[in-house]
């Protein structure tokens, strides 16, 4: 995009400013109710179920209706809440879940009412930093909504959610480099113009698959849903909300993932334009046609949300954080390092692209095969070590070896006397449990007291 183009943000009339936000906000109130209702029919198909079938055609109108009666519903809010906090928390994650919308493109420069205003409610040099901060700032109302609750469980859901968000954003944002040297801004609609005539996710692959699991675990979407484990927390960081309140998390999480879905057409799949070979044709990115080629690419992304809540477990807690720290930004900070010699080979020295693919493909096959090499010699390491320590403790136990009595550990044995067996002569070797050996001093206190 020119730089003429760009200076448009910024001159459009209020009243189309207003138009543009209305049109923002409706839109995406109904493509977070259709997303509920082609969630639950997507589900329902892949475990055999039916899905809300009676409100509405096909039941499109049932997401509506939940959202009425979670309106109507009754308000319980716990008396050892926060109240200004406990308030404060969802409206957070609503306002946030619609602000980073504000520097999404839709399409090229149209004319509405006479007045010629690109499709993009307004963009400057760092948009993608202001998406990152914005969603930052939203996974503060889950976390406060978790802490202001009063209630343990909830107080859990929070925690994880910060450690998650500080966690994958790190990912997600280290994906986002290789993006910004090869389009030369942070600006998205100039990362849109950058992508003609190949889209980021060819050249950029790496990128795009660590964004794409990174957008998971941001939007606490399954197998990443560690901060509402319904099994483990009741409901997560939300278990003390009701009514109003809850349905403003529920539709900031719906929103999250539009959003996370709409940055990752803008950076990796060429955001508005058209395809191949729909960009064969002459009008494909010109007009309002470019709305629908974002809205499917949009909605392939959310399908995919969809498509690992019906199939995935949930990981467990330690290897949701394992997998963040130790395989995504580490992944991510390589394939930053091969980008940039990249770039500067291409740039300074006479290298072709094939050999920088070529030497790039090579790098990262030295590294995949380095750290399965590695993982290997881990594996064998703590299967040594765990056949040492079961060693150790199959070994005979002595209680009274650091001048106190201490309990045994499963697997362990151990020998002791009591003083009836004194007397007799006799020494009794009891295996652990310590239930066991508690009957069994109690027995001897026993004997000894009738003694």
């Not at 969603?135 to 802490?147: C, E, K, N, P, Q």
């Not at 002459?282 to 949300?305: C, D, M, R, T, Y």
């Amino acid at each position: 995009m020119t730089g003429s183009q760009f200076g448009l943000f910024g001159t459009d009339p209020w009243w189309l400013v207003i138009l543009k936000v209305l049109a923002i906000f409706v839109m995406l109130v109904l493509l977070t109710l259709f997303t509920i209702w082609w969630e639950r029919r997507v589900v329902s198909r892949m475990q055999h179920r039916i899905g809300p079938n009676r409100v509405g055609p096909q039941g499109l109108l049932q997401s509506l209706m939940d959202g009425i009666k979670l309106a109507l519903k009754e308000e319980i809010i716990p008396k050892a809440a926060h109240r200004a906090v406990y308030w404060l928390a969802p409206v957070i994650s609503a306002t946030m879940a619609f602000l980073a919308f504000a520097v999404i493109p839709f399409g090229p420069t149209v004319s509405i009412f006479g007045v010629e205003t690109p499709l993009q409610l307004t963009d400057f040099p760092v948009s993608v930093l202001y998406v990152l901060a914005i969603a930052s700032i939203g996974i503060y109302g889950i976390v406060l909504g978790g802490w202001s609750s009063g209630s343990t469980y909830p107080l859990l859901g929070g925690l994880r959610s910060s450690a998650q968000m500080i966690s994958y954003e790190i990912a997600m944002g280290l994906s986002f480099v290789a993006v910004f040297l090869y389009a030369g801004s942070m600006s998205t609609s100039q990362i849109v113009a950058a992508q003609q005539p190949i889209w980021f996710a060819v050249i950029l692959l790496p990128s795009f698959i660590i964004y794409c699991t990174a957008m998971v675990g941001e939007t606490n979407r399954a197998p990443f849903d560690l901060p509402e484990a319904e099994g483990e927390l009741v409901g997560g960081f939300h278990t003390e909300y009701s009514s109003l309140k809850f349905a403003l998390f529920f539709l900031a999480e719906y929103i999250n993932m539009v959003t996370v879905s709409a940055m990752a057409t803008t950076l990796f799949l060429g955001g508005w334009m058209a395809p191949w070979p729909l960009s064969l044709w002459e009008g494909a990115n010109q007009g309002w046609w470019p709305i629908l080629w974002w809205l499917i690419k949009v909605q392939i992304f959310i399908f995919v949300f969809i498509w690992l809540r019906g199939t995935l477990p949930r990981m467990r807690y330690d290897q949701f954080m394992k997998f963040g720290w130790k395989v995504l930004i580490p992944v991510s900070i390589a394939w930053i390092m091969i980008v940039s010699v990249a770039r500067v080979l291409r740039n300074e020295v006479s290298v072709t692209t094939t050999d920088i693919l070529i030497g790039g493909a090579i790098v990262i096959v030295v590294l995949l095969v380095g750290s399965w090499l590695f993982q290997i010699r881990q594996d064998r390491r703590e299967e040594a070590e765990a056949l040492a320590e079961a060693e150790a403790l199959s070994a005979e136990f002595d209680p009274m070896a650091g001048g106190f009595p201490v309990p045994p550990m499963p697997g362990q044995q151990f020998t002791y006397t009591s003083r009836r067996s004194l007397a007799q002569g006799t020494t009794i070797v009891q295996e652990p449990a310590p239930a066991g050996l508690e009957a069994s001093s109690d027995d001897s206190s026993a004997e000894d007291s009738n003694g």
